[in-house]
T-cell receptor, first 115, second 114 residues
C-alpha cells in the first residue's frame, strides 16, 4: 500500500517569512495529492490539492509543487500570518475512479508562526 | 453547504460498553468516509460508502466495528465492547462521486475509553 512521509514534524517561522513542508510517497500510481490544515479541536480542512498532470498550483499565499519522477510534493506558504499556525497534513491517493478511495496521510507538521 | 456534521463531539465510556456515532454528510455528496485519528498522527482510513453500499473496509476495522448508511444519507459507526485502544478521534468525511472530488471532513467525535 501507499506510504507517505512528511517533514518536518514541527516548524517555527517568524511572521512574514515563508514556510515549506515536504512529503514523499511510495506508490507511483498515486495521482491526487491534497493538503489539509487542522486546527485544535477541529477536523482537517482542505486548503489546496494537485493532480499528477500538473507540476505546480497556486492559490493566493499557498502553493503546491509536485515532482512525479522523484515522488515528492511540497507545500509553500508565503507571507505567513499567526492564523496560519496549525497542523498541516499531506495525503496521497490513487484515484483511478474504479472504487478505491483511501487517502493515505502523512503524520503532520505543526506550524507555529511567531508574531 | 452546511458542512459535515458529527454527533456527539465527545464521548467518554467505560471499557466494554458499546458506543455509536452519527455523521450527516453534505447533502449532495453520495460518498461518505470514516477515518480514525490518534494523537500526533494523520487520519487513517476505516471504511467508505457510495450511497448506501459499503464499498471498502480497512483491516483496521475489526469485527467490533460496524458502519451503516441505511438510506444513503447519514451514517452511524458503532463500536462494540470498547477497549482502551479505541480511544481516538473518529472523523467522518464526504465527497461527490467522480475523479478527484475532494473530501470534506467534519469536526470529529473524540472517544475516550476509561
Amino acid at each position: 500500500g501507499e506510504n507517505v512521509e512528511q517533514h518536518p514534524s514541527t516548524l517555527s517561522v517568524q511572521e512574514g517569512d515563508s514556510a515549506v513542508i515536504k512529503c514523499t510517497y511510495s506508490d507511483s500510481a498515486s495521482n491526487y495529492f491534497p493538503w489539509y490544515k487542522q486546527e485544535l479541536g477541529k477536523g482537517p480542512q482542505l486548503i489546496i490539492d494537485i493532480r499528477s498532470n500538473v507540476g505546480e498550483k497556486k492559490d493566493q499565499r499557498i502553493a503546491v509543487t509536485l515532482n512525479k519522477t522523484a515522488k515528492h510534493f511540497s507545500l509553500h506558504i508565503t507571507e505567513t500570518q499567526p492564523e496560519d499556525s496549525a497542523v498541516y497534513f499531506c495525503a496521497a491517493l490513487e484515484d483511478s475512479g474504479a472504487g478505491s478511495y483511501q487517502l493515505t496521510f502523512g503524520k503532520g507538521t505543526k506550524l507555529s508562526v511567531i508574531p | 453547504d452546511t458542512g459535515v456534521s458529527q454527533d456527539p463531539r465527545h464521548k467518554i465510556t467505560k471499557r466494554g460498553q458499546n458506543v455509536t456515532f452519527r455523521c450527516d454528510p453534505i447533502s449532495e455528496h453520495n460518498r461518505l468516509y470514516w477515518y480514525r485519528q490518534t494523537l500526533g498522527q494523520g487520519p487513517e482510513f476505516l471504511t467508505y460508502f457510495q450511497n448506501e453500499a459499503q464499498l471498502e473496509k480497512s483491516r483496521l476495522l475489526s469485527d467490533r466495528f460496524s458502519a451503516e448508511r441505511p438510506k444513503g444519507s447519514f451514517s452511524t459507526l458503532e463500536i462494540q465492547r470498547t477497549e482502551q485502544g479505541d480511544s481516538a478521534m473518529y472523523l467522518c468525511a464526504s465527497s461527490r462521486t467522480g475523479g478527484g472530488s475532494p473530501l470534506h471532513f467534519g469536526n470529529g467525535t473524540r472517544l475516550t475509553v476509561t
